[in-house]
């Protein structure tokens, strides 16, 4: 039995050491990158907002980035409760490694209740952000992006945003 199993572990050693590869490491081609931000609000009244936006990107050349991107925010307060959905396409491109400019086309779907004066409706918004920001490394192959947006279809009286003014803070792993 003894020299039956000492030829066979020395056949089947022989294909394992042939993988181990000579010179310099292969580098990683992943090309996609995961992220996104969450964020936590309180407020008088009993306000309290809570917000998540994922993202999936795909690394085109080293320096510029596509991909799909979701958001989700719940709002309450004494006085009113808002639901909001939003998806949509991403883009953006990377200089010098810590500054980046991107555009981001988001469809919202918004469910809002106004609880004093028993108000109800459900509206949907386009919006479509473009800016930039810097982006620090946090360890590895991970970022926090630190940037500002503006939403060039905001549109004062009928928007359902206070603001086209957008700041965010975000991560993304995989660049």
Known sequence: MK???IPLMLML?????SQ????TPAQENN???FGGGIGLGFGSNSAFYLQASPRV??????????????SV???TSDFYRSTMFGAGPFA????ARSFYVGANLQHYFINYKDKYYDYKFNEEE????LGGGYMQRIGGNSFMQIGLMYNVLWKENSSVFSSGLIPNIGFVIGM
Not at 20 to 23: A, D, E, N, Q, T
Not at 126 to 129: D, H, I, K, N, S
Request: aromatic share 22%; hydrophobic share 40%.
């Open 3 to 5: 020299k039956f199993i």
């Open 13 to 17: 050693s022989v294909p394992a050491f």
């Open 20 to 23: 181990i590869s000579v010179g």
């Open 31 to 33: 090309k996609w990158t």
């Open 57 to 70: 990107g795909y690394r085109l050349t080293n320096d510029l980035e596509a991909g799909v991107m979701g």
């Open 73 to 75: 925010s719940w709002q």
């Open 92 to 95: 953006n491109y990377y200089f």
């Open 126 to 129: 386009t919006a479509l952000y």
